[in-house]
């Protein structure tokens, strides 16, 4: 069986000798961002995403698009870290200088800069080999937040409330509404071939429109104990922050927040499964000890956020996941892995 992403990371770099400490590291390997300190009550938030054709997204789409998406996850490896963004840096490895496809690209880049106040700073460009004509995009963020202030995921406690924002399932459904390649089992099917056009559009707009919860992370950083970005599936990444914690997490099936178009063309048994192991959501998943739950959700409620609460952390080091009559129900793990 090969090494998954995380046991590749984990014995190549971070038990390598590579993630030695050094001052002005505050935190290296292992959380969505690494933490620099930049003065004596600030920290400089980084983080880095590749996207290749083919694998990220399929020849033929549209650049504004794919820019966009290759922005906004990694911004929301920033939400979850509860920085805010400062400045990006972009490489890229094309397959020809097709500069249609620059103009187009480089506008999807800029509106959604602009809107997060993020402006490009630097990069690189080559040309990839004839054998290997895929589109590379390289993107890293650099994000400030205070001091001590990060949102990691090592922080869950037993009690704590779990909470995620907007709707999961839907980047997986996506998947198969764009003809992409999905990596849940065959059983994994849209209820009819033809979709109406709106749902098209929808999930569209899910999969190279992820929206990075900037504002909601900077609101609540203070209120909660831990947190991620639902990028690999609920349950994966739910998981490192349980692992992180030393902890264990049961989750309440019926809580889990599932569109209403993922409702019309998935049934329900693929809609807990989208939502469980699809990812590609961009989300945030994280902890609330019960007493601050109100004021997160009235903040929350503020800024126009959905959120819900789909369990609780406990003790021990499972995730159980139970149906609406309380019966545990246990799944295959069908989270993505990179490799």
Sequence with gaps: MSAS???????????????????GVELGIGDDAALLTLHQDSNLAISMDVLVENVHFPE?????????????VNLSDLAAMAAQPLCFTLGLVLAERDEKWLEHFSKGLLALAKKFNCPLVGGDTTKCSPESANTSISIQVHGICSKNKASLRSGANPGDKIYVSGKLGDGAIA?????LQSHLPDSFQLQNS??????????????????????????????????????DGL??????????SNC??????????????????VSEDNQVKAALFGGDDYELCFTVPPVHCAEV???AS??????SCIGEIVGGNQISCFDHSGSERVFENHSYQHF
């Design 60 to 72: 033929g789409a549209d650049p504004a698009l794919i820019a966009n998406r290759a922005l906004a």
């Design 194 to 231: 033809e979709l109406p056009e709106s749902c098209k559009q929808y999930f569209s707009d899910a999969y190279y429109r992820p929206q990075p919860r900037i504002a909601l992370a900077l609101a609540i950083r203070e209120l909660i104990t831990s947190s991620i970005d639902i990028s």
């Design 302 to 307: 503020g800024l126009g956020e959905e959120l």
């Design 235 to 244: 349950l994966g990444d739910l998981g490192h922050i349980t692992s992180a």
């Design 297 to 299: 959700e009235k903040i």
């Design 248 to 265: 264990g997490a049961k989750l309440i099936l019926a809580e889990l927040p599932v569109s209403e178009s993922a409702r019309c063309c």
């Design 175 to 179: 998947l198969l509404s764009l003809d």
């Design 5 to 23: 992403e995380f046991e590749i990371i984990q014995r190549y770099f971070a038990e390598s000798g590579l993630d030695f400490s050094r001052q």
